[in-house]
């Protein structure tokens, strides 16, 4: 589906655009202190759940794989208690969540 498609587009350029926000820093503690990349990653964190938000219910179940109401559910925890965002706990699901997210959207993209 188009829509699904677009939505897919919109997911995987908010990931690349967290990468390159982080790829200067090494620790939490490094990127919270640039607030400009630390405020912009939180902003693409935001697209990529209004972006699953886009995708069909269809496409969500075909692709269980992926935990989509997780996505969305950092999304909300984002724009509801922006001064509570814990910049470690954003670090942890960049290094270890996003990559699997990355490569999972391309796939789908490309299938």
Request: hydrophobic share 45%.
């Amino acid at each position: 589906m188009p829509k699904d498609r677009h939505a897919l587009l919109g997911i995987s350029d908010a990931i690349q655009a967290i990468d390159q926000y982080t790829a200067p820093f090494s620790s939490a503690d490094e990127f919270y202190a640039k607030r400009v990349n630390f405020d912009a990653v939180l902003m693409n964190f935001i697209v990529i759940g209004e972006m699953v938000d886009r995708i069909s219910d269809a496409f969500k179940t075909a692709h269980s794989e992926v935990d989509w109401v997780q996505i969305k559910g950092l999304r909300n925890i984002i724009a509801h208690d922006y001064f509570g965002v814990d910049a470690e706990e954003i670090w942890q699901i960049i290094k270890r969540y996003l990559p699997s997210l990355k490569q999972t959207v391309s796939i789908l993209l490309n299938s």
